[in-house]
């Protein structure tokens, strides 16, 4: 596709569970985001890749989350265990390169854990 | 530490009517700033981008101006259409970071 596919759109999980999130970035995109918006609030930078490295987790809230990228394209978000104050719009965003440029987002994952 | 700065945290304006949006920011060297429009339910999506070396750069009724001796930058919307409703966000690069800061955004909301 032309832009930033993110999948499922929405998921309602049940608290404990782990959940998988999926970002399909632009083609050619080397460097991928992913981002976390909770309700009314500011994008919350979570980590990046350049290729297939994520030279910087520090953004991840806790051990429960992790992320991969292979093939230098999809990417995934695992969260282990969710609580509730997972709940929130996921995001990732694809750009050519990681130095300044344009960022395309993605329609963003809600995460809602009940 | 790299901040973005954003005011008004909202606005309720009337339709056709201008505004402006401000951002200061602390990131430095600076490398661009950027506006997003992020519409409810969908991500970003960039309006315009400013090197050190612009100072104002149009897009459609969208104008943006960067002072960058202050470190300021404002979105000036023109004649306000209701499809302007959404949250504006600015995004900078630099600060010796490849991760670009972005500001908790404002909150535009055109009524009719």
């Known amino acids: 596709g032309a832009g930033v596919s993110q999948s499922p759109s929405n998921k309602v999980t049940e608290k404990g569970k782990d959940v998988e999130l999926r970002c399909d970035p632009i083609s050619g995109h080397t460097a991928l985001y992913w981002y976390r918006q909770r309700l009314g609030q500011g994008l919350e930078f979570l980590i990046y890749?350049?290729?297939?490295?994520?030279?910087?987790k520090s953004g991840l809230p806790s051990d429960r989350f992790s992320a991969e990228r292979t093939g230098e394209s999809v990417s995934t978000l695992t969260i282990q265990r969710t609580q509730q104050e997972d709940s929130a719009v996921y995001l990732c965003a694809s750009s050519l390169e990681i130095r300044g440029a344009e960022a395309f987002f993605g329609q963003g994952t809600r995460l809602t854990v009940v | 530490k790299n901040q973005v700065e954003q005011s008004p945290q909202s606005l309720i304006i009337l339709e056709g009517k201008n505004c402006t949006l401000q951002?200061?920011?602390?990131?430095?060297?600076?490398?661009?700033l950027r506006w997003y429009k992020q519409d409810t339910g969908r991500g970003p999506v960039s309006l315009t981008i400013?090197?050190?070396?612009?100072n104002t750069k149009s897009n459609g009724r969208y104008t943006a101006t960067l002072d960058a001796d202050t470190k300021q930058s404002s979105l000036h919307i023109t004649a306000s259409q209701l499809s302007d409703s959404a949250s504006y966000i600015c995004v900078v690069s630099g600060g010796g970071s490849y991760i670009p800061t972005f500001g908790r955004g404002t909150s535009l909301i055109v009524h009719p």
């Open positions: 951002c200061n920011y602390t990131v430095s060297p600076f490398s661009n």
């Open positions: 400013m090197t050190f070396s612009e």
């Open positions: 890749f350049q290729g297939n490295s994520a030279p910087d």
